[in-house]
T-cell receptor, first 117, second 113 residues
Framework: ETGVTQTPRHLVMGMTNKKSLKCEQH?????MYWYKQSAKKPLELMFV???????ENNSVPSRFSPECPNSSHLFLHLHTLQPEDSALYLC????????????????FGPGTRLTVL | DAKTTQPPSMDCAEGRAANLPCNHS???????VYWYRQIHSQGPQYIIH???NNETNEMASLIITEDRKSSTLILPHATLRDTAEYYC??????????????FGQGTELSVKP
């Protein structure tokens, strides 16, 4: 247990469905991230939220829409996905410190295995 | 962030030390070396990180060469549960920067009985 939970753990959806992935961190962190891992490929960063503000969008298609209502919760809203979007979606969190030793170590959740039919 | 090079796969006997090398010859002075591992289809697990000095925690030791161009992750007594993909990542840590972790091709460690 890393203190980062993700729900659901598995999701199967059709191309016309709308679904959302949820991530919650219990670590008191102030930065949250979405990563995508397709089969046999390295993790790819999708979005970064720093103090609830989106600071990075790594050229992600608009059918993926992130939401960060507070520093403990992160959502990824999915709409009109394609079969090639099937992947493991991972959430991570870290503590961005302005003073002292800057660790910014990211801790990952278990991921949501998404299958788009 | 600097690029890293790792061997694609390694074997280790259960109970023996696993030594995983990583080359990062273009590392800059303000870049840290991080190690994560990923067991099949699970989220990556943080192991250890360091800047210049050798580091040790309950999971592993990190040995960084004096010129910082390479490092070695040591799992002192490998178990079957240590079988995983191990990633060496070099990154800057600074407030108000992207915070990216760029995962390249790691080392697939197989611990055998």
């Amino acid at each position: 247990e890393t203190g980062v939970t993700q729900t659901p753990r598995h999701l199967v959806m059709g191309m016309t469905n709308k679904k959302s992935l949820k991530c919650e961190q219990h670590l008191g962190h102030n930065a949250m991230y979405w990563y995508k891992q397709s089969a046999k490929k390295p993790l790819e960063l999708m979005f970064v939220y720093n103090f609830k503000e989106q600071t990075e969008n790594n050229s992600v298609p608009s059918r993926f829409s992130p939401e960060c209502p507070n520093s403990s919760h992160l959502f990824l809203h999915l709409h009109t996905l394609q079969p090639e979007d099937s992947a493991l979606y991972l959430c991570a969190s870290s503590h961005r410190s302005s003073g002292g030793r800057l660790t910014d170590t990211q801790y990952f959740g278990p991921g949501t295995r998404l299958t788009v039919l | 962030d600097a690029k890293t090079t790792q061997p694609p796969s390694m074997d280790c006997a259960e109970g023996r030390a696993a030594n995983l090398p990583c080359n990062h010859s273009t590392i800059s002075g303000n870049e840290y070396v991080y190690w994560y591992r990923q067991i099949h289809s699970q989220g990556p697990q943080y192991i250890i990180h360091g800047l210049k000095n050798n580091e040790t925690n309950e999971m592993a030791s990190l040995i960084i060469t004096e010129d910082r161009k390479s490092s070695t992750l040591i799992l002192p007594h490998a178990t079957l549960r240590d079988t995983a993909e191990y990633y060496c990542i070099v990154r800057v840590i600074a407030y108000n920067q992207g915070g990216k972790l760029i995962f390249g091709q790691g080392t697939e460690l197989s611990v055998k009985p």
